[in-house]
């Protein structure tokens, strides 16, 4: 197909997205929720739909469900309704599943993305029950000998965040999955771990032409993990529907697999309906009705969410809007800021290490936000050791990480390690005299205009000292000294 061809296209991508809820317990039965135990040990009667075992909806569930919906900036039913969904997967023990059909807890929201500026809109926000994990032989769907079934995720409280079709581009689809997991970090509902299965997403695409006003057949992409696996399977499927439609044929709704292995998409069945999943209301369950007070309450506590927080940290405390954002990326992130500037640190000097030292470090060494591995008493310290003049910057560097490796107060570091910054004019002018006396072709370049040579004395006198001498006296040491000399 020639480019002109490809141009001809556009995709509309919806997504519906899958997150478990920070609850200790399930959502219909008081199994613990907890990731990471042992296959089946987190079961009952309940949770694996046997005869005559009764579900009673999770309160804290509930509440979080509100949460999350408020901070995507839904409109909350006050009355809506569990339904069962029929349909036969092997990791889901009743046969069906637990979740809302027509009327959801929440409608009407949206998430703005800034590139391009646009709304996605969210169709809905409802509440269901998760299904258990299926563990494939050699990891591979299609073609696995065997799988094994563990039942420690059925029943775990999820909602599911359906979006409209407004998504036109895989870029946009990742702007929009990165703005909705920081935003429900942020309200506190979950942890949102895409690699824990926490976070989970389904991708709806389908391609037209351009100018067309109806939208093409939908394909789904199920159960993807990962910002770059939606990424990548929403650019490959739009060249296959493309490819199908240049040639003249039509697209077959269906729901299909992402080979992460071979960057391919395949087919695992044709899509069914909702008619297909015999939606009926749960008969063991009353219709899930929330006091206006309720909700309001809810409301008023709000935990504060990104964008509030870098209009704080900008309007406030005098930050760029970049430092604003990368320092709500993650809700570790700026509470360890917020705890730095209340333990006296300047915002922007604390911002600046942070940023560059800190999260550089823990980048190279593949920690995660939630587990940053300085406490913010040792952090301030050693800002507070530069700016007291005992120790450089860049020594500092080198402090920051004997902390972090070593646990040790930044003091007691300096102090081991001889690093305490020189400052006494008496030794740093012997030390100078004796750069000047020692560089006296540089000196000479220097009185000839050529100002660049100065910063080559400065780094002979680092050199000698070893990085301890205190830079701004040396700069200007250096300057009284060639002045006597001009």
């Not at 509930?62 to 969904?85: E, G, P, Q």
């Not at 979740?99 to 009407?108: E, N, T, V």
């Not at 696995?144 to 775990?156: E, I, K, M, Q, T």
């Not at 709500?328 to 800021?337: L, V």
């Amino acid at each position: 197909m020639t480019d002109k061809g490809h141009e001809a296209y556009e995709m509309m991508v919806g997504l519906e997205v899958h997150v478990e809820l920070a609850t200790e317990t399930k959502m219909f039965c008081r199994c613990s929720a907890r990731f990471g135990d042992p296959p089946n040990s987190n079961i009952c009667p309940i949770c694996m739909g046997l005869p005559g075992a009764l579900p009673q909806p999770n309160a804290e569930a509930v509440r979080l469900a509100v949460i999350a919906a408020l901070a995507l900036n839904c409109s909350i039913n006050l009355r809506s309704r569990f339904d069962r969904k029929h349909y036969f997967y092997p990791d889901l023990p009743k046969g069906y599943q637990i979740s809302q059909f027509d009327i959801p807890l929440a409608q009407g929201g949206y998430i703005e993305i800034d590139n391009p500026r646009k709304k996605i809109r969210i169709n809905r926000v409802h509440m269901e029950e998760d299904a258990g994990k299926s563990i494939h032989a050699g990891d591979e769907i299609t073609t696995a000998r065997y799988s094994l079934l563990d039942f420690n995720r059925s029943g775990v409280p999820l909602i599911e965040i359906v979006s409209e079709p407004d998504i036109a581009s895989p870029e946009e689809a990742r702007q929009y999955l990165e703005k909705l997991q920081r935003t429900l970090a942020y309200a506190g509902v979950s942890d949102v771990k895409m690699e824990e299965g926490s976070m989970r997403v389904d991708c709806n695409i389908s391609v037209r032409k351009k100018g067309e006003e109806t939208r093409g057949t939908p394909c789904e992409m199920k159960n993807l993990s990962s910002f770059r696996a939606v990424t990548r399977a929403l650019a490959y499927e739009f060249e296959r529907q493309k490819e199908i439609l240049e040639a003249g044929g039509n697209i077959r709704r269906e729901t299909r697999h992402w080979d992460e292995a071979e960057e391919v998409t395949k087919l695992l069945r044709v899509k069914q309906t909702s008619d297909d999943y015999r939606y009926f209301p749960d008969p063991d369950l009353p219709p899930l009705e929330l006091s206006r007070e309720f909700v309001d309450e809810i409301r008023d506590n709000m935990p504060m969410l990104p964008e509030e927080i870098v209009r704080y940290y900008t309007e406030e405390l005098g930050l760029p809007e970049y430092d604003g954002q990368v320092l709500t990326m993650d809700p570790a992130i700026s509470r360890f800021f917020d705890e730095c500037v209340s333990l006296g640190g300047d915002p922007k000097t604390v911002s600046n290490w942070i940023m560059v030292e800190l999260l550089g470090y823990m980048k190279d060494k593949g920690i995660p936000y939630d587990e940053i591995p300085v406490s913010a008493e040792h952090f301030v310290s050693m800002l507070n050791l530069i700016e007291d003049g005992l120790i450089s910057g860049k020594i500092a560097k080198d402090v920051l990480v004997s902390v972090i490796e070593t646990g040790k107060a930044p003091e007691v570091i300096v102090k081991e390690k001889g690093l305490e910054q020189i400052s006494d004019e008496e030794t740093l002018a012997k030390i100078v005299d004796e750069v000047i006396a020692n560089n006296q072709s540089v000196v000479e370049e220097i009185k000839g205009g050529k100002d660049k040579a100065f910063g080559f004395l400065v780094g002979q006198v680092m050199k000698m000292t070893k990085g301890k001498a205190n830079p701004a006296k040396v700069n200007d040491l250096l300057r009284q000294r060639l002045s006597e000399m001009m």
